[in-house]
């Protein structure tokens, strides 16, 4: 079954259905812009002929739809429209993978600036317009537009997940494993994403002061990270 | 002149006093416990006979008034009183390096969950106890305790500073390259710290999630950082 990038348009869904089409999966690339079937084209051509996933593009909803696991890759500003708008179509216990980081710029503010959401984080304001059963996961907010687009160029970093669901968050490490030299840690609950999501606009401010494009975050203390070893389910 | 270190007795000051007194810098431990003066010895027991800096404990007052380069490592829920109780010792225009995460523990909550203080972060909150002029620097949150008392063991992962002053970033970044394999990357303005103090809370909850003690962060993106390239004062 094909992986829903609801927002995929944008530079970091675009970047995203790049590396899991490389990683041949089938990747279905949602947008409300009418660009989404150019998009999935712009996809093929960057992929070219090799061993690879489809790339197609259609309406969000249909994406949802379509789907058991989906990433929405959108902008702040946007994140609650586009909940909102495929919450009723998203399968019932769908794995949705939240990449948002309230960043200032939501309210034209800087770039390494945030706001705070109502419900402490994006992913969980996500959790707020969804209906239950559907296993969200927030992640990817280390992990540069810039460079998940630089097929050519192996990534570097980890990605840190959230969430209350060990197997959703699994699934997506999985995913997360099959873009070259990526790791996944478990960064613990969706809560945590209060922290973690912020990582971003850190980052931002990094990259700003040395003049880069793709400062990313590695944990240290681990070699190989993947799914904790603590089986606790005593989060609060 | 020597380095003092607040909140010495407590095991990340005791750690990084540790550190810099093996890196050959005097250490003075600044500490309301009567326990200061034994923890300088044990200090100077566990760095032996080897070239090293001296290690001395008296109160926090005597400590601030006699370095122009100061620690403070003490938990938030005594962060206010301590500032209060050295505002009118730090020598004008002293470094103060605030290593404080407003951890939930500060109220009875977990170690992987943080509270807002009302100036946004541990360290803006110092800086609105303390006179105009001292040159205040956040960091040392990505780097834990028990690391830095393992001396044996070269130290991983790198450490953030946030602060206003890129002078007095770089004083605090060159002690910690003074500590074998660690770096120091310049994470912007003061106003950082809100996420990146906060990054202690994320490492607690990846060592349980993985039954560590010393998860850490580097980042990834140049192989040196140091000092900041870009010149620009414009943060806000």
């Given at each position: 079954?094909?992986?829903?990038?609801?927002?995929?348009?944008?530079?970091?869904?675009f970047g995203l259905a790049l590396r899991l089409a490389r990683?041949?999966?089938?990747v279905?690339i949602?947008?409300?812009?009418?660009?989404?079937?150019a998009a999935a084209e712009r996809a093929a051509g960057i992929l070219g002929d090799g061993?690879r996933g489809?790339v197609?593009?259609?309406?969000?909803?249909?994406?949802?739809?379509?789907?058991?696991?989906?990433?929405?890759?959108?902008?702040?500003?946007?994140?609650?429209?586009?909940?909102?708008?495929?919450?009723?179509?998203?399968?019932?216990?769908?794995?949705?993978?939240?990449?948002?980081?309230?960043?200032?710029?939501?309210?034209?503010?800087?770039?390494?600036?945030?706001?705070?959401?109502?419900?402490?984080?994006?992913?969980?304001?996500?959790?707020?317009?969804?209906?239950?059963?559907?296993?969200?996961?927030?992640?990817?907010?280390?992990?540069?537009?810039?460079?998940l687009q630089k097929l050519e160029?192996?990534?570097?970093?980890?990605?840190?997940?959230?969430?209350?669901?060990?197997?959703?968050?699994?699934?997506?490490?999985?995913?997360?494993?099959?873009?070259?030299?990526?790791?996944?840690?478990?960064?613990?609950?969706?809560?945590?994403?209060?922290?973690?999501?912020?990582?971003?606009?850190?980052?931002?401010?990094?990259?700003?002061?040395?003049?880069?494009?793709?400062?990313?975050?590695?944990?240290?203390?681990?070699?190989?990270?993947?799914?904790?070893?603590?089986?606790?389910?005593?989060?609060?």
């Amino acid at each position: 079954m094909a992986i829903a990038v609801i927002g995929g348009t944008g530079d970091e869904g675009f970047g995203l259905a790049l590396r899991l089409a490389r990683a041949n999966e089938d990747v279905i690339i949602g947008s409300r812009s009418e660009e989404r079937g150019a998009a999935a084209e712009r996809a093929a051509g960057i992929l070219g002929d090799g061993p690879r996933g489809s790339v197609e593009g259609t309406s969000n909803e249909q994406a949802a739809a379509a789907c058991d696991v989906v990433f929405v890759t959108v902008p702040f500003a946007g994140q609650t429209d586009i909940y909102r708008s495929i919450a009723g179509s998203l399968r019932p216990g769908a794995i949705v993978c939240d990449t948002t980081t309230p960043l200032a710029t939501a309210v034209g503010g800087r770039a390494w600036q945030v706001i705070t959401p109502w419900a402490g984080s994006a992913v969980e304001q996500a959790k707020a317009l969804l209906p239950g059963g559907i296993r969200l996961v927030s992640g990817f907010h280390t992990v540069g537009a810039e460079a998940l687009q630089k097929l050519e160029r192996s990534m570097e970093g980890d990605v840190l997940l959230c969430g209350a669901d060990a197997e959703a968050k699994a699934t997506i490490g999985a995913l997360v494993e099959k873009i070259p030299n990526l790791r996944w840690v478990d960064a613990g609950p969706l809560s945590m994403a209060r922290i973690v999501e912020r990582l971003t606009a850190v980052l931002v401010s990094v990259n700003r002061n040395y003049s880069l494009h793709d400062a990313g975050i590695a944990l240290t203390g681990r070699d190989s990270w993947g799914p904790a070893t603590r089986t606790s389910k005593k989060d609060g």
